[in-house]
């Protein structure tokens, strides 16, 4: 939707700072997997959500392609560049991947390029490259409150530590 959305202000936010203001909200997102639930429970056959799924992501995929990476965009209720849209999307998709593979044993992890896109991230919420030689994986999930924090990783960051996660 959001390619679709365009802005005619200048972009308040860029690929980095339009995490800044995540902040935890159990509320909403209880009220989100809850959505999911009920959206998902309308389905009597699993293909029809299948199908649903398969045709919104093609319509992504062309609507991304039609973009043009300087154009801007409203989302969030802010104001970006459609390329800097498309890397949050792909840091989110890189997280959210994730979450997924420790539950399907065979399947691949995410991209490289993607996990590569989420270290800038972090990186950029930081101030700085992460002072650990953490694996991108691992980075991607420590600091986005996946994995809990180690004494040694905790004594590491320092004061940063409290900043964790950084989003979710």
Not at 43 to 66: C, G, H, I, M, S
Not at 100 to 125: E, F, K, M, Q
Request: net charge negative.
């Amino acid at each position: 939707m959001a390619l679709h959305t365009p802005a005619a202000g200048p972009a308040d936010r860029d690929a980095v700072t339009y995490w800044q203001d995540w902040a935890p909200d159990p509320v909403g997102a209880a009220a989100g997997r809850r959505w999911n639930r009920v959206s998902a429970s309308m389905f009597l056959d699993f293909r029809q959500l299948k199908e649903l799924y398969l045709e919104t992501a093609a319509a992504t995929v062309t609507a991304a392609a039609a973009a043009r990476p300087d154009d801007r965009v409203t989302t969030q209720g802010h104001v970006l560049s459609a390329g800097d849209l498309m890397l949050t999307l792909a840091v989110e998709a890189s997280i959210h991947h994730l979450d997924l593979v420790p539950r399907l044993s065979a399947a691949p992890g995410p991209a490289p390029t993607g996990l590569a896109a989420v270290r800038a991230t972090l990186d950029g919420l930081l101030g700085r490259p992460v002072p650990l030689e953490w694996s991108d994986e691992h980075y991607a999930r420590a600091a986005t409150g996946r994995t809990p924090l180690t004494e040694a990783e905790l004594r590491a960051l320092g004061p940063d530590a409290d900043r964790l996660p950084l989003f979710s």
